[in-house]
Structure formats: C-alpha cells, structure tokens
Nanobody
Framework: QVQLVESGGGLVQAGGSLRLSCVAS????????MAWFRQAPGKEREFVGI????????WYADSVKGRFTISRDNAQNTLYLQMNSLKPEDTAVYYC???????????????????WGQGTQVTVSS
C-alpha cells in the first residue's frame, strides 16, 4: 500500500492560485493512475481530475477544466494540482488518490482508487 500526503492548501482570494502537492511513499507510483478529488462541506466527494501513469493523458471535471492542471513527477513520486482562477465554489478538502488496476484510466471510478491521502483544505474567499 502506498502512503499519500497532500500539502499546499490554504486560504486564497477568488481569482487567486494555489498549487497542491501529493507525495507518495512506500512504493513508486510510476505505474499508478493518480487523481485528485475534493469534498465540500455537506457534499459528497467529487472527481476533480486524473492523470494516467506517465502523465501524458489527463482528464478533468467540467467545473475545473481550463483552470486546473494535473502534473506528476514520477522520479520524485509526487503528484501536483495547479489551481488558477479559483472560485469560492472550489472551497473543499482536496484528496489525492492512487489506482493500480488493469483498467483504462478514463474508465476508473472512485472505488478503483485503493490509496488515499488525508486531504488538504482549500478555502477561497469572495
């Protein structure tokens, strides 16, 4: 099992930017699809974006497309989420997750992700 630790959250004004990091330990994540999810107060956890194992292909939720960018450095065992043009509705706890499963990246579902971080809070003020 891989351990994931997110960091980089904080309080930012609307229109601002944050960069989240997710550092993995215990094993390499170079063979894993990696994703970001978020959960706002009183809401269910939702998909934000996903990267295939090499980071060449990424997909995003419509709500963040064009504003958020996922990247990864497999040599550093780290996943990133660059968040620009932040909106108050982006306020949530952000989680990274890893999936090592024989399934097309784009077809992965939340239940396919076996490893999760503890989350980092992002708060966007209006």
């Amino acid at each position: 099992q891989v351990q994931l630790v997110e960091s980089g959250g904080g309080l930012v004004q609307a229109g601002g930017s944050l960069r989240l990091s997710c550092v993995a330990s215990g094993r390499t994540i170079s063979d894993d699809a990696m994703a970001w999810f978020r959960q706002a107060p009183g809401k269910e956890r939702e998909f934000v974006g996903i990267s295939n194992w090499i980071g060449v292909s990424t997909w995003y939720a419509d709500s963040v497309k064009g504003r958020f960018t996922i990247s990864r450095d497999n040599a550093q065992n780290t996943l990133y989420l660059q968040m620009n043009s932040l909106k108050p509705e982006d306020t949530a706890v952000y989680y990274c997750a890893a999936a090592r499963i024989a399934k097309a990246t784009r077809a992965l579902e939340e239940t396919d992700f076996a490893s999760w971080g503890q989350g980092t809070q992002v708060t966007v003020s209006s």
